[in-house]
């Protein structure tokens, strides 16, 4: 079964205190791996779009990087607008797009 | 920028009613779908909808569920008889052609509460 984890459930950082968050994988056939952010009772806002393992995208303080089994959200220097969920979503080669989700990081940043 | 929009963005409504819930998807997107997202929950793929006819639905899309897209713009997800369970955050997300198919844009969602 294709699924979706992340780690941690939850992190807390000052403001300035570089973390990662971390999204591991095991699906049929990867399609494209998506982050977004998730702000309390919004949608989700797209982020990168990351398709092969070794393959990087940069926006802000955010890097995502993949594996072939995981990925990782990089947060440099975060503020604290940077507080949000960060979710992490794959879709599966030879389906139709579909994006399974996983559970979610809960980042606060404090000032 | 062109943003997804929903609407209502809150539905309270009695157990066993019909609730039809409105998305009007970036125009140039061509593939659209609905997920939902259970208060502390996953987000969980409904329904997939591409020339007018549904792609891929999950376990959770039964008969009482449907969907249309009436008028070129909007996009409607309908639920006949409405279950407690049933209540949830509601996002329409709409993709784009070519190169760009694979990214989906999500709307604010619509918050459904049975009761």
């Known amino acids: 079964e294709d699924q979706v984890t992340q780690s941690p459930e939850a992190l807390r950082l000052q403001e300035g205190e570089s973390s990662s968050l971390n999204c591991s994988y095991t699906?049929?056939?990867?399609?494209?791996l998506f982050w977004y952010r998730q702000d309390p009772g919004k949608g989700p806002e797209f982020l990168f779009t990351?398709?092969?393992a070794g393959e990087e995208k940069e926006k802000e303080r955010l890097k995502a990087t993949l594996t072939k089994k995981e990925s990782f959200l990089h947060i440099t220097a975060p503020k604290p607008e940077d507080s949000a969920t960060y979710l992490c979503?794959?879709?599966?080669?030879?389906?139709?797009?579909?994006?399974?989700f996983g559970a979610g990081t809960r980042l606060a940043v404090h000032p | 920028e062109p943003e997804v929009t929903q609407t209502p963005s809150h539905q309270v409504t009695q157990m066993g009613q019909e609730v039809i819930l409105r998305c009007v998807p970036i125009?140039?997107?061509?593939?659209f779908y609905w997920y939902r997202q259970i208060l502390g929950q996953k987000v969980e793929f409904l329904v997939s909808?591409?020339?007018?006819?549904?792609?891929?639905k999950s376990e959770i899309f039964d008969d009482q569920f449907s969907v249309e897209r009436p008028d070129g713009s909007n996009f409607t997800l309908k639920i006949r008889s409405t279950k407690l369970e049933d209540s949830a955050m509601y996002f329409c997300?709409?993709?784009?052609?070519?190169?760009?198919?694979?990214?989906?844009?999500f709307g604010p969602g619509t918050r459904l509460t049975v009761l």
């Open positions: 997300a709409g993709a784009g052609g070519g190169p760009t198919a694979d990214t989906q844009y």
């Open positions: 125009s140039n997107h061509l593939y």
């Open positions: 909808f591409y020339n007018n006819e549904i792609s891929e």
């Open positions: 990351l398709y092969s």
């Open positions: 699906v049929s056939g990867l399609r494209g």
């Open positions: 979503a794959v879709s599966t080669a030879g389906g139709y797009n579909k994006l399974i």
